[in-house]
Each structure stands twice: as structure tokens, then as C-alpha cells.
């Protein structure tokens, strides 16, 4: 069973930094392109980024909206999926969720969401 | 980037009811469209991809249809597990992008 646990979300500062990170199991975590979505508390979805897998030299793409600020990685000896957030804002207050792209680059598992509020 | 508009955003409606949500993109996106289902306080969940290919798991009485700009999503008949917001993504290009949603709630 694929699965797909997100944590290190919570309270930061505006301006500040944080690293939310995603633990795989279930499935050859090496073979996918894993993607991250986020949710604005009562809002639609915001897909953030996408990075793709060692044969495609670990490239990545981003929203415009992250650019810059926000860096997604991977470490597949470790079946983790990471997110580091910088220079954050309240607008990047969401829950961001980890995702599993599929062979056809479709999205077919998505963890349970962790968290990231962005207060003084 | 590629606009997908959702509507209704809004939508009453009973059980065994057919329901159609409409998903526009502001260019032509082929096929490469999927609906998900996100119950409150839980992550989306696969309805629908390539337009019309119905996920493993996923009761009959979805359907996707549509190519290029326009794409729709039909509940045959609705049932009350079905009662929640639905959401299409296009993965043409970069940026990947949602729709705004449609909540579909009990008449």
C-alpha cells in the first residue's frame, strides 16, 4: 500500500525558514516524480512544485508564486521527500500535501498534508 | 499559464441525481486532464485522468468526457458519499494548474 506521511509543519515567522518532509513506503520511491500541492486554509488547490526522478537529473519545476523562495528535494536512499521554505510569508500559510506522480504523469497518491502557519 | 475555470462553484443537489461539473481551459490542453474529490478535513483523491479514464477503485457512476478547452465531469447518480468539492488539474505545461472547485452539497 502506497503511503505517503508528511511532517515538520507548525508555526513560523514571517520571514522565516522551515523544511516540511514527506516519508514514502509502499512503493519504489526512486522510480516517481513527486510533486507538492498546497492549501490555503478554506481555499482551492495551489500545486507548488514537481521534482522529477534521478534519470531526469533530479530536475525541478515550480509555481511562480514559490519561486525563489521555496526548494523541493529529494533524498531516495532515504525515501524522502523534502520542501525548504524561505523568506515565508502569510500567504504561504497552508496545509502542504506530498504527492506521487504517476508513469503518465498523473498525481494518484497524496499524503495526509502537513500544516505551515506563517503568523507573528 | 493555462486558466482552468470550474462551474457551477456551487451546486445543490439530491441523491440519484445526475450532476455535471464543467471545467474550462484558457488554451487547448489535449487530453491531459484529471478530476479529484476532496472530502472536508481529507486529501483529494484520483476521480478521473487522461479526460476520460476512470482511476481503479472509483465507482462507475463517474465519467469524464471532453478534449482541448472543455471538459466535463458527470455523477450519474448521486450518491450521499458523493457530496463534496470537486477539482480539475491540467497537466499540459508548467505551471501545472487547478480549477477553483465545486462544492456539491445536499439539496
Known amino acids: 500500500e502506497v503511503q505517503l506521511v508528511e511532517s515538520g509543519g507548525g508555526l513560523v515567522q514571517p520571514g522565516g525558514s522551515l523544511r516540511i518532509s514527506c516519508a514514502a513506503s509502499g512503493f519504489t520511491f526512486s522510480d516517481h516524480y513527486m510533486d507538492w500541492v498546497r492549501q490555503a486554509p478554506g481555499k482551492g488547490l495551489e500545486w507548488v512544485g514537481r521534482?522529477?526522478?534521478?534519470?531526469?537529473?533530479?530536475?525541478?519545476e515550480y509555481a511562480a508564486s514559490v519561486r525563489g523562495r521555496l526548494t523541493i528535494s529529494r533524498d531516495d536512499s532515504k525515501n524522502s521527500l523534502y520542501l525548504q521554505m524561505n523568506s515565508l510569508t502569510t500567504e504561504d500559510t497552508a496545509v502542504y500535501y506530498c504527492l506521487r506522480v504517476t508513469g503518465n504523469y498523473y498525481v494518484d497518491s497524496w499524503g495526509q498534508g502537513t500544516l505551515v502557519t506563517v503568523s507573528s | 499559464d493555462i486558466q482552468l475555470t470550474q462551474s457551477p462553484s456551487f451546486l445543490s443537489a439530491s441523491v440519484g441525481d445526475r450532476v455535471t461539473i464543467t471545467c474550462r481551459a484558457s488554451q487547448g490542453i489535449a487530453n491531459y486532464l484529471a478530476w479529484f474529490q476532496q472530502k472536508p478535513g481529507k486529501a483529494p483523491k484520483l476521480l478521473i485522468y487522461a479526460a476520460s479514464t476512470l482511476q481503479s477503485g472509483v465507482p462507475s457512476r463517474f465519467s469524464g468526457s471532453g478534449s482541448g478547452t472543455e471538459f466535463t465531469l458527470t455523477i450519474s447518480s448521486l450518491q450521499p458519499e458523493d457530496f463534496a468539492t470537486y477539482y480539475c488539474?491540467?497537466?499540459?505545461?508548467?505551471?501545472?494548474?487547478f480549477g477553483g472547485g465545486t462544492k456539491v452539497e445536499i439539496k
Open positions: 521534482v522529477r526522478k534521478k534519470a531526469n537529473s533530479y530536475t525541478t
Open positions: 488539474q491540467q497537466l499540459n505545461s508548467y505551471p501545472l494548474t
